[in-house]
């Protein structure tokens, strides 16, 4: 149980972090750069319900609010309708927006497949599989959790650089989009750990 809340704090103080700079829907405080209002608005609609998914779904893995049925259903439809659903449609054109190849693919295949996991973890729940239903709910929120890999992993990358002559740190913009693209593939190689684990500790 401790696990689910240790997931919370983190997601709530990232959450934080994220949307900070948007709560006054000033462009001129976008930590990305827009050329236009559209493009902002569209960055809005794509952080905004990030940090919804981000903070809802921790939630979904505790035991006292599985155990709630009702609770449950509803922090779940609201994780996936309010956060995952809006936030990886408007995430798609802001990845193409960027003008990088590397985000353009990976944050675009990223997206893709986070609908695809939120549908499959849906399907799953009608289906009364539930533990299929874990298992997909367990992968998306892998691909939530990006929001946070993606930031951590540049100043890993930086570091990295110290043993070949030092870091520099100019060179973080260039690794952006690295990190955005191996984050959600180390983030989904983690939750497939967890699901293999999870699957032998029932057998």
Do not use: C
Request: glycine share 8%.
């Amino acid at each position: 149980m401790r696990k689910p809340w240790w997931l919370l704090v983190v997601a709530l103080g990232s959450g934080l972090v994220l949307t900070y700079p948007y709560l006054g829907l000033d462009p001129g405080s976008s930590r990305i750069e827009v050329r236009d209002n559209l493009r902002y608005a569209v960055l809005v609609a794509h952080i905004f319900p990030a940090a919804v998914a981000l903070v809802l779904g921790p939630l979904q893995f505790v035991p006292a609010v599985r155990a709630r049925r009702r609770l449950h259903r509803t922090l779940g439809r609201s994780y996936l309708l309010a956060g995952v659903l809006p936030s990886a449609v408007a995430g798609i054109p802001v990845a193409l927006w960027s003008g990088r190849l590397l985000t353009q693919l990976g944050l675009t295949t990223a997206a893709v497949l986070w609908l695809v996991t939120g549908g499959l973890a849906y399907r799953a729940a009608r289906r009364r599989d539930f533990a299929a239903h874990r298992a997909w709910m367990t992968r998306n929120y892998a691909l939530t959790f990006l929001a946070v890999t993606s930031r951590v992993l540049v100043p890993v990358f930086l570091l990295a650089q110290a043993p070949f002559g030092g870091v520099d740190a100019a060179s973080a913009p260039s690794l952006i989009p690295l990190g955005q693209t191996l984050g959600w593939i180390l983030d989904l190689v983690v939750a497939e750990v967890l699901i293999r684990r999870r699957r032998r500790s029932v057998a």
